[in-house]
């Protein structure tokens, strides 16, 4: 079935039109629907059974293209059970919208003032709303879920969010300590969703159990920001509840601090921590990914800056949480780190009060976008001329060139690193969330051969799981080599002359040593903390209604900036990302290594086409750190005829 899925799709847009309005009118589906299924309801059972099955796999399988493709069969097989509110096709549909952030359309389907026999179809509704930020309303569908049954503790859970979005912190204590004394392990501290929770298997502290209430305050407003700018895209909505949640973890900090036992066990540990400081914990939400760690370096440059007041960093790293361990050792050196289990028990739910994400920060203008913050504070470093922080050490140096001589590089050849990130590390479906900042590497062969022919060799990095490459002279598949390792990825991260990326986790990291990059198909909703010794080229939006491509100015403008977090949120609004062609990525490669061996100088911030870039970026000048774009990239949208369109239409 879904082989042919993607030839489908047109067919099923070109008559997605006519099929909502024939599932608006019950009397057509009636006359149209009913007598099929009564005629062959052996049939139509059977046909349910399997889409309702379908549906709940790819609920499992976090698969939200297919999900929300057969949910759509269902409603419109069984439109009619959907119209009468037939028990499990509605709660199966309702939930499949609410997973798939349809919200409109879930919003469209509610009668008002209706609610559904069913607590589980009441609590997604109210979890759909809630996600919406129609919080009055998902309050009424929500307390309605918790009278038909009232010892469901995420039902209590999502009321007590609501009540801390609307400022009710008595309404929601009391919530958040009765979900807590139904399923004491929910009490686990809200971390960025990449943090890969395992609240079955937490064991939480007295101490924390008995201040459940207030702690989940702060978590859930955390959670609940996070929900709308990182899935739906809404910054400006979700900085404001992040703002909601940095004033109240300061409210409650007051007069906290780590009890006199644990700060000695850190004094013991490390040399870096003084007493006499606060302390600032940085839960394991840090290290699960590795362009985590990318924002690690970033935190640390802001910390050196004197952006965030001076304190013990504290880094809680649980071995089974870590990805790679060589890219923590690098830090062992700049804060105190924590890998002992049982300490980290202990001060993981501390971080109510004392803990950083890297969604959100206070900046000298009040809340800001944490990404945003890192971006500004690169720029300094690099103007200010500072070092990288990372650094490989001797003994890691020798074993990486010993691998070097494995892979087939002699002794003094310089190589090129090279990601272009594919879906299969997430185990990502075609159209899946971050199917966007996905690339097709054969765009890169022709650069890949400009590389060999200058004498230098390829190292593709990356991880096992991705597509091997054809047989190609002097490049080296190193994901699928036996020399594959932790300590290896970061010595080639410090090592390449330059690496070839996108963005990724890896070249988040990479950065980090300082290495030069060129980065291609650029895209995100994140602000860029790229170093000065970068180049990049962005993906371009197509608008299929306007049929034209937009400029960086539309492009990284709230509210379309915001929604570049899904896949989804982009084909929505009418739009389609078009990567950088064959061409332009060797035109780009071709100038980086021109740069590299002197023969061409950095681009002068006078040049023409440079000055029209300036003015895209001129609401948001930190969005790309202190990157520059690749005259490649310039020449081309200046002959698209969409380099400062913005100014132009302006002017006009």
Known sequence: MYRHRDAFFPMYRAGSGLLWRLQQSPLVWRHLSSPLLLALPGIAFLVHKTLVTAIIMHMVARENARLLFTARILNLLFRPFVLSREPVTTRIYFQALVRCNELERLIWELRAGETLPSSEANKHI????????????????????????????????????????????????????????????SVMAHQNYAARYDMDAYQPQPWELSEAGSLLICDTLCQHAEELATMQGKFKEGLAVYAQWLAYQAQIAVGKSLPAALQKTLADLSPRFNPNLPTRILPYEWVTQIGHFGSLDAYLKRTMLGEVPPANHVLLAPKKKVCNQAALACFDDLLTVVRDEA?????????????????????????????????????????????????????????GRDALRQLGLPDGAWFVGLHVREGGFYKESKGATNDYRNANIEDCYDAIREITARGGYVIRLGDPSMRKLPPMERVIDYPHSACKSDAMDMFLFANARFIIGTTSGLTSMAQAFGTPMLLIN??????????ANTAFMLKRLWSRLEKRYLSIHETFSQPL????????????????????????????????????????????????????????????????????????????????????????????
């Open 561 to 652: 900036h915001g929604t570049l977090i899904q896949s989804h949120l982009i084909e929505r609004l009418g739009y389609e990302p078009h990567p950088n062609t064959p061409d332009e990525i060797t035109q780009a490669v071709r100038e980086k290594l021109d740069r590299i061996e002197g023969r061409q100088p950095r681009i002068d911030p006078t040049h023409p086409l440079m000055q029209r870039y300036a003015e895209e970026i001129a609401h948001e000048p930190w969005m790309f750190g202190a990157a520059v774009p690749a005259l490649a990239f310039l020449e081309k949208e200046d002959a698209l005829g969409i380099l400062a369109a913005h100014t132009a239409k302006v002017a006009s």
């Open 522 to 531: 650029a895209i995100s909703n994140d602000w860029q903390f790229w170093h």
């Open 343 to 399: 300490l980290i028990d202990q001060l993981f739910p501390y971080q109510r009060y004392f803990g950083e994400c890297f969604r959100a920060t206070n900046g000298p203008n009040g809340p800001e976008d944490w990404t945003r913050a890192a971006a500004r504070a690169q720029i300094q470093w690099d103007h200010e001329q500072r070092a990288p922080l990372l650094t490989i050490n001797a003994q890691n140096d020798a074993r």
């Open 126 to 185: 109210g979890r759909g709303l809630l996600r919406a930020n129609h919080i009055d309303r998902a309050a009424y569908y929500l307390n309605v879920a918790r009278q038909q049954h009232p010892h469901d503790w995420q039902t209590l859970r999502l009321i007590g969010r609501c009540a801390s979005l609307q400022g009710d912190y008595i309404l929601a204590r009391h919530c958040f300590k009765q979900s807590v004394a139904l399923y004491p392990a």
